[in-house]
């Protein structure tokens, strides 16, 4: 069965909603039910697939996807979390992940067929490991203070960049990557996420109606999905959906208010050997 990788680079807020909440925020995003990781949800990942091959008019989009009667050829995972934009006090933002979300990624990545595999950094908690060439000793992340030390990840730096669209954005890798214990990273996706209060006005009084608010995924997070081909025609697919003119994707909710969009790079394994032999 041949797989793919579907990087996604968020170039809006996105909001893979869940529902309503019980708690102060009134529309949470999606979150993993062990690891509270947000999530896009595999069915909600795969109707935002169909509606791009529909707008591409693509011809065999019931054969790929399936109908209510039987399934498609194409297997979509969820959308999992790899790195997330924090804030720093002291710097720039960084986007920090940790080993167990880069251990994910290297099982995904074997099955996939898809090799260099990243090696996996181990990190005490309220430390920090980081690729950029010059040492860092210390580091602010919201208010939280982390110390450096430990190996360089610049090797990490180099299988992540396909997952990224854009080469400038590619770049930014190396300067602004930082792994972090399993339970530091957990706060911030916890917490960390931003808030956004929105309202319903009354068309001619301009009162409030309705205050409500919603938590999402800041611009630059970068997330990936499995697809799975039944046949060896099926992954060939992605290609007709994200051409290099159009490699955009428009998942979660608020697509009327300019939210949940992506920019979307395939990794193949055939593509990366025919990388290989140039």
Same mark, same amino acid.
């Given at each position: 069965m041949k797989t793919a990788i579907l990087g996604?680079? +968020?170039e809006t807020p996105v909001h893979p909603g869940s529902g309503r909440g019980m708690g102060v925020v009134d529309l949470p995003v999606a979150r993993e039910a062990a690891t509270d990781y947000p999530v896009i949800v595999g069915s909600s990942l795969k109707g935002a697939l169909l509606d791009k091959a529909k707008a591409t008019e693509l +011809?065999?989009?019931?054969?790929?996807? %399936?109908?209510?009667e039987q399934g498609g050829d194409l297997l979509i995972s969820d959308g999992r979390l790899l790195l997330?934009?924090?804030r720093s006090l002291t710097s720039s933002y960084?986007? +920090?992940t940790c080993p167990h979300l880069i251990e994910r990624y290297r099982r995904d990545r074997g099955r996939a067929g898809l090799a260099p595999l990243p090696e996996v950094p181990q990190v005490a908690r309220g430390r920090f490991l980081s690729a950029a060439p010059e040492r860092e000793e210390q580091l602010f992340l919201e208010e939280r203070h982390f110390t450096g030390g430990g190996e360089?990840? %610049?090797a990490l730096v180099e299988t992540l960049k396909p997952l990224v669209l854009h080469a400038d954005t590619q770049a930014r890798l190396q300067a602004r990557l930082v792994v972090l214990h399993d339970d530091d990273f957990a706060w911030f996706a916890r917490y960390g996420l931003s808030i956004q +209060?929105?309202?319903?006005l009354e068309e001619t009084t301009k009162k409030s109606r309705n205050l409500w608010y919603e938590e999402t995924l800041p611009p630059d997070t970068v997330m990936y999905a499995l697809v799975m081909g039944r046949n060896n025609e099926a992954i060939g697919a992605l290609d007709t959906l994200f051409p290099e003119n159009d490699p955009y994707l428009q998942a979660g909710g608020n697509e009327t208010v300019g939210q949940g969009w992506? %920019?979307?790079s395939v990794v193949r394994q055939d593509a990366q050997e025919e990388q290989a032999k140039s």
């Open positions: 996604l680079l +968020a +011809a065999e989009h019931q054969q790929r996807f %399936g109908t209510q997330l934009p924090v960084r986007w +920090a360089s990840v %610049g +209060a929105r309202n319903f992506f %920019g979307v």
